[in-house]
């Protein structure tokens, strides 16, 4: 009878230290799938029609405020009160300059196109860049396209590189998708025929 109390009280205490060995015991990490490493950002060097636009929950307005190569793009649709344009249900494409094409300006030009009183002047600069339907990379075609601005901008799409260029601006990275259109990154900022400050 002692023999078998013993033999529960083993089995008992075994079961009671159980927990204990378990929660000391060294963890093993479970080691996720691999998966692809993520295809690199379109550059200069990709072609502008090779690159499918991707979808987006942003609108072009706040895709313009999230990119920080637009942030100078985005502060002077601000200062222009156009944001809310942007911001509509569209469908728009945007040639966007970047930040470096807004340097590349003389920056006696920068204030003076700034200045409150030439409000009306800067929307009619950045309404040369837009276009009011949704043109991706590859609807592009060489010749005029109209913009809400009310003056066309010449469109050249090379046929051997397929490198799109408008006026004098090459597209750098193209096909920005957003909800109500997309936007093509320009490394230059376009002025309209005859502009003047």
């Known amino acids: 009878m002692i023999q078998t109390d013993k033999k529960w009280l083993g089995i008992a ?31 200069l060097t990709e072609s502008p029609s090779a690159t499918a636009p991707t979808a987006s929950d942003r ?9 920080d190569s637009l942030s ?5 649709l601000e200062t222009a009160g156009m944001t809310e344009t942007l911001r509509g249900q569209g469908p728009y494409t945007v ?24 409000r009306e002047k800067l929307r009619q600069v950045l309404s040369y860049h837009v276009v009011a339907r949704n043109l991706p990379a590859n609807q592009l ?7 809400i601005a009310g ?15 408008v006026n004098d601006a090459s597209v750098t990275q193209p096909n920005l998708q957003a909800t109500n259109g997309v936007v093509h990154v320009v490394d230059r900022v376009i002025l309209p025929p005859d502009f003047a400050l």
Do not use: H, K
């Open 59 to 67: 609108n072009i307005a706040e895709l313009a405020a999230d990119d």
């Open 13 to 43: 205490a075994g079961l009671l230290l159980l927990p204990v060995v378990a929660a000391c015991a060294p963890e093993t990490a479970q080691t996720p799938p691999e998966t692809a490493p993520a295809q690199p950002s379109p550059g």
């Open 95 to 118: 040639f966007a300059p970047s930040n470096q094409a807004f340097a590349a300006i003389p920056a006696e030009t920068r204030e003076q196109i700034l200045r409150p009183e030439n």
């Open 141 to 147: 075609q060489s010749g005029e396209v109209n913009t």
């Open 72 to 76: 100078t793009f985005n502060s002077v």
């Open 151 to 165: 003056q066309p901008l010449n469109v050249q799409v090379n046929q051997g590189t397929q490198q799109v260029s």
